[in-house]
């Protein structure tokens, strides 16, 4: 079994995961967010991790990307599937959006974000030019197009701290720094994957229009709102995608 799919916000259960094992790894850099668990989504042997642990309690900035990661390299995975909830910047990212991002600006400054301080032996300047894994974007583009939903292939993910949201200015200078979407959590998990020499690529999807980007403030309930019709789109797409992945 190598691939994996972390997911995030909205997604701390996989309707239709069928578990087998609980693997609660111990890692030199302190626990995971929940026991990763094996078993099968449909007919596709997978792992699930739940970032946020398992009841949604950790916020974004203190979740342990160390310990995921090496976790899930340690039990052989060599595909990861990231399940992002986001804000929108682009005009056209409204709710329930699923954008499959190909570039990262990480804005974020006060996170655990490399295992060379310590794992020795690690490469010290990865090659972080395309920080997704083509071939695994490529694979799930072609699925996402057969099916019909509000979609877009290719985008900018801002990486920002939190755990609060930004402030409109904020995320006018994300506009004019190229980005299209903002969340907190794709770094540096996408980072310790490639100094692992894991595929990452991230699914993202908008559960809010950026601040200042709407009429309405941001409130939570909007946000579960969204994150309903939103992670059941989800579920289409990793239904769809897996067996080829
Ligand atoms: N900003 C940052 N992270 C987010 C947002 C947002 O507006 N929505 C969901 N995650």
């Known amino acids: 079994m190598s691939i ?4 995030g916000t909205g997604l701390s259960k996989l309707d239709g995961f069928v578990l087998e094992k609980s693997h609660q790894v111990i890692t030199p850099y ?20 739940a970032r946020h642990g398992s009841p949604h309690q950790i916020p974004p900035h203190r979740i342990n990307y160390r310990a ?5 390299k340690s039990l052989g995975v060599k595909k990861v599937i990231s399940v992002n ?8 990212m409204g709710p329930s959006h699923i954008n499959i991002p190909d570039q990262i600006i990480d804005y974020t400054y006060r996170r655990n974000g490399s295992f060379c301080d310590d794992d020795k032996g690690m490469p010290m300047h990865i090659d972080f030019s395309d920080p997704f894994d ?15 939903l509000d979609s877009s292939m290719g985008g900018v993910y801002a990486c920002t701290e939190g755990p609060r949201l930004e402030s409109a200015a904020e ?14 959590t794709v770094m540096p998990e996408a980072s310790l994957a490639r100094e692992k020499d894991i595929a990452y690529v991230s699914l993202s999807v908008v559960v809010n229009k950026a601040a200042g980007r709407s009429e309405k403030i941001i409130t939570m309930d909007d ?3 969204a994150l309903k019709t939103g992670m059941a789109n989800m ?11």
């Open 134 to 148: 083509e071939e695994l974007r490529k694979i799930i583009i072609v699925q996402l197009k057969k099916l019909n």
């Open 223 to 225: 946000i579960e709102e």
């Open 171 to 184: 995320i006018n200078r994300l506009e004019k720094d190229g980005c299209d979407i903002v969340g907190m």
């Open 4 to 7: 994996a799919i972390i997911g």
């Open 30 to 49: 302190g626990e995971t967010s929940s026991p990763i668990l094996s078993g099968h989504f449909d007919d596709t042997p997978v792992y699930f991790l």
């Open 68 to 72: 995921n990661i090496w976790a899930l």
């Open 235 to 245: 579920h289409q797409l990793l239904r769809q995608s897996l067996p080829y992945v």
């Open 85 to 92: 909830a986001v804000g929108g910047i682009a005009e056209h």
